[in-house]
């Protein structure tokens, strides 16, 4: 068996020729055969009917011995021989001794003919009998014409002319069909094959869908995974650059007043503010690290939900009174706005909750760092996610400058800020979060700019967690779920 698939195809168009060609043989050489046997009976049939008269006026002479052994004579040429039947089925020879097994099982009346096989010394024959006397007498009732049965070398001889032809069309059809039916399947293989190669080093590209159709599908697919797989190189790509940008800032100051402590430049009042800063930003790093390894926890599935029974009222409540003195520090003002009407129950995970509406709020605050008089709305209510499952959809709300045009539907990418210089003291994982775990509640994540000045932000969970998947990950247009909400 060939090792490539190329030369399997080739190996089986090759067999199934073969194939072909003994199934057409054989046919032939049945079909041949057949015909052959009767056109040597019909010839039989033939003599028969233009020596029986001569045979049948010997009869009432007495002579039909000689006769028949006459006319055997004159057709000996011819390869024909002629016996008669005797009563009990027969061939007789002019000599009158019997040969072989019977040729008839019934008599034949006067005209009547029969025709068949039979074996004289292991030659084998066909013959025609005609009736010459009435049913029941005791001398010969039947003449019998034979001729070598040579049927089958005929039929033989003739598929040996005809099957070179067979063979030689076969070729000519199924030779350049094995190679263009191995091309079709070998050539998008081997481009598949080298694509492949190119992947390591980054150079894979998108390849062209041709082939079968089992091929064009194997095709897309790897396309979409050589696609998915540049997207992910990008975004590690991302993810490594903003990692250096955010450990960049936290390791200069760090170096730089651990250097001013180490040669005595920083002293006093100086080193405590150089120690407190040093704290700051250790503990920045490990907040990023640690955010980091939350993102990776949540999608990998390590960090599971632990549904309960919760008030969304009271869990907006408790998150007000949470960020209270920090806003009011940072001259922030903090209210709730929560839908009136009836209860607002969720099954969902108390820690992941807190966390979400902690982060959405942090994100508010430093949206409203350095503006005066900044104000932030905690706002919960009923609403419905896309597939129309009953849900809840908790918001923040801020009169900060919003996102900037189009970039609403990235806020929940890891690392991405609206502000370009990055200057915030966050870690830019925060709302990445807030997707993740909305999704692992099978909810959605929301962000958008309000008419009126300023930038919503939240999430939608089902009252009931349900399976991630079905979920989408982002919704960043106002019409993505239907709230209950005003603010």
Known sequence: MPRSLGGRLVAAFALLALAVVLAVGGTLF???????????????????????????????????????????????????????????GRLRPIGGVAAGDPILT??????????????????????????????????????????ADRSGALALADVGRTIPIVIVVILLIATPLALVMSRSV????????????DIPAGRAVALPLTGPKEVRELTGTFNAMTAELEA?????????????????????????????????????????????????????????????????????????????????????AATAARFGPRAAAANVRVTTDIAAGGPLTIAADRMALDRMLGNLVENALSALMGRPDGALVIAAGPARLPNGVDAIRFDVLDDGP?????????????????DPARAGTGSGLGLSIVQELAMAHGGIANAENRSEGGARVGVTLPRVPWPAAKAPATAAAPDAVTPDVRG
């Open 30 to 88: 049945v079909v041949l055969r057949g015909l052959h046997a009767d056109a040597t009976l019909g010839g039989l049939q033939d003599v028969a009917g233009s020596v029986l008269p001569q045979v049948r006026d010997s009869i009432g002479t007495g002579q039909l011995r000689g006769t028949v052994a006459e006319v055997s004579s004159q057709l000996a040429s011819s390869g024909i021989q002629v016996m008669l039947v005797g009563a009990d």
């Open 106 to 147: 019934s008599d034949l009346s006067i005209g009547e003919t029969d025709h068949g096989s039979v074996t004289l010394d292991g030659q084998k024959y066909l013959w025609v009998a005609t009736g010459i006397r009435k049913v029941g007498a005791a001398t010969p009732q039947a003449v019998a014409f034979l001729a």
């Open 186 to 197: 070998t050539r998008p293989l081997r481009r598949l094959a080298e694509a492949a190669t």
């Open 402 to 418: 919003g996102f900037p045009d189009g970039t609403a539907s990235r806020a929940f990418e890891r690392f991405w800020r609206a």
């Open 232 to 316: 992910t190189r990008q975004r590690e790509d991302e993810l490594l650059a903003n990692l250096r940008h955010d450990l960049r800032t936290p390791l200069t100051v760090i170096a730089g007043f651990a250097a001013a402590l180490g040669d005595g430049t920083a002293t006093g009042e100086a080193a405590v503010t150089a120690a407190r800063a040093i704290e700051e930003e250790a503990g920045r790093l490990e907040r990023l690290v640690s955010e980091v390894g939350a993102v990776e926890r949540i999608r990998s599935g390590e960090e599971s939900i632990r549904p309960e029974l919760l008030d969304a009222r009271e869990i907006v």
